[in-house]
């Protein structure tokens, strides 16, 4: 589990987050959702640590992370599997030794334990076979999923998913939603994805936390969302002709 | 301002010089470097320092008209200023511009992508991981460079001068075997040292805290060079300050 408590964080005379607080239960898929600008990914960074809010506490597991130093935060960031926007492959490595790294760092497994680890990992994601492929031969979706599977090779208890939808197809993006929502009630760990894709929120969104202008709005399950009467929240979810089709055939 | 800069390389440093997770991963990524650094820049030092011999020979031979001084003096002259200025100085200043660059961008490159990012959540010091072997590599293959630099360079200044006329193979042997003082080559090592580390850690400095995208990484490697290059000019003047 993670709990966050009135997280605050400025750059400069710019306050992006404004006191967020949210639980985020281990098996289920929390999302965070918002227009452009509204904090989203600040928070996940806030949350997995690339930033240092100025207030407010993080705790993982009932762990405070916040205030732990580097080396403590290690054991923690551990047991973190993390899709990035563009994937962050490395360049350098193929898709298998993308996929061991974490291994070969933290763990004396022989090489066929890890090779053995890697064509798991790749065969979950669909992706049998590419082992010896650079991030450079791979498509969109391809590099989504080898993010994926990077992220699961250390068996993750907390996920987390910046825009995993991003500049990909629809089939292709219910296909990643649904990878993330299997291997979270596979491995039982606290995911969090932030998005604004609003097939992603219909598919997968056990929880959503909704933020307007770095404040938190509203926060429910995708079907209270549609009845939610919350100005802010509509605007945004009913922006889409499809979705305004949509409200209007529930109503 | 540059103390800002100063205080943030120091503090980067000290991430860097943090103890390894693995070592065996570590040792891999040295050796890469060392190809990397080392082999890959062989074949331009070679070039640039057998050139500057070279012309160096002409140029001593050009400026010594009197009858009075024997030619064997340009091997000497040559000799000297090889092994402790143009060897060690302008080899650091041309992988400066090589290495730095490519460096500064590759670095930069992967902050930019957030692939620094993701060595962070993985749990691993990035500084270390991407810095430490590049600086290791420099401090250990900066010397090797050097001293293979400055052989070239009087070879370079022999087959030049006899080439040219300028000064007789027997007269300009004779003039690199006179006088010879060994403490001008630790003065050399020591300068390849320094440079070695400077070539590698003021780009990875710049790299490693680059925003933007793929401009700011190009403006970075541009920056990376020049400030690389004044920290280098910088030291020799201390060095040679210091030492001679």
Redesign the interface.
């Known amino acids: 589990m993670i709990e966050i408590q009135d997280i605050h964080k400025s750059f400069g005379d710019n306050h992006v987050l404004k006191g967020i607080d949210a639980i985020f239960e281990p098996g289920r898929v929390s999302l965070i959702i918002g227009g452009s600008g509204s904090g989203k990914s600040t928070l996940l960074k806030c949350i997995?640590?690339?930033h240092q809010p100025e207030q407010g506490k993080v705790y993982f597991d009932r762990q405070e992370f916040t205030q732990m130093d580097s080396e403590d935060?290690?054991?923690i960031?551990?047991d973190?599997g993390?899709l990035?926007?563009?994937s962050?492959?490395?360049?350098s490595m193929t898709v298998e030794q993308n996929i061991i790294?974490?291994l070969?760092?933290?763990t004396d497994m022989s090489k066929k334990e890890k090779t053995d680890r890697a064509n798991f990992c790749l065969e979950r994601v669909n992706l049998k076979g590419t082992n010896k492929l650079y991030p450079a031969e791979l498509s969109g979706g391809m590099k989504k999923r080898v993010g994926i599977a990077r992220a699961i090779s250390?068996s993750p208890k907390y996920l987390?998913c910046d825009e995993p939808n991003s500049g990909l197809d629809p089939a292709t993006s219910i296909l990643i939603d649904e990878l993330i929502q299997e291997l979270t009630e596979e491995y039982q760990c606290t995911t969090i994805v932030v998005t604004h894709d609003m097939n992603s929120v219909m598919g997968i969104g056990e929880y959503i936390l909704f933020l307007h202008k770095g404040e938190k709005f509203w926060e429910g399950s995708n079907e209270e969302m549609l009845q939610a009467d919350v100005a802010e929240l509509n605007n945004f979810v009913f922006a889409s002709p499809l979705m305004k089709a949509a409200r209007n055939t529930i109503k | 301002m540059i103390f800002h800069h100063f205080g943030a390389y120091i503090l980067l440093l000290r991430k860097v010089f943090k103890k390894p997770e693995k070592w065996k991963i570590y040792v891999k990524e040295i050796f890469h470097e060392m190809n990397e650094i080392g082999v890959g820049s062989l074949g331009l030092i070679l070039i640039i320092s057998t050139f500057i011999g070279a012309v160096m020979t002409l140029q001593i031979a050009f400026q010594l008209v009197s009858d009075l001084i024997p030619t064997a003096v340009i091997g000497q002259i040559n000799r000297d200023s090889n092994i402790l200025e143009l060897g060690p100085t302008i080899s650091a200043l041309v992988l400066m511009g090589k290495v730095g660059s490519a460096i500064s961008s590759q670095i930069g490159s992967m902050r930019v992508t957030e692939q620094i990012d993701a060595l962070e959540i993985m749990g691993i010091n990035a500084a270390g991981y991407l810095i430490l072997p590049k600086i290791i590599a420099g401090v250990v293959m900066m010397p090797v460079l050097v001293v293979i630099a400055i052989f070239c360079a009087i070879t370079g200044g022999l087959i030049g001068g006899t080439l040219s006329g300028a000064v007789a193979p027997t007269d300009y042997i004779q003039g690199i075997q006179g006088g010879f003082n060994g403490f001008t080559v630790a003065v050399a090592l020591v300068k390849a040292f320094i440079y070695g580390f400077i070539i590698t850690s003021v780009p990875a400095y710049k790299g490693f805290y680059v925003r933007g995208g793929a401009l700011e990484v190009g403006q970075a490697g541009t920056r990376a060079v020049v400030i690389g290059c004044i920290a280098i000019l910088a030291c020799d003047y201390i060095i040679t300050a210091l030492m001679l």
Request: proline letters at 0%; zero cysteines; charged letters at 20%.
């Open positions: 997995v640590g690339l935060r290690v054991s960031r551990r973190i993390m990035f926007q563009n962050a492959l490395f360049d790294f974490g070969d760092m933290f250390m987390f």
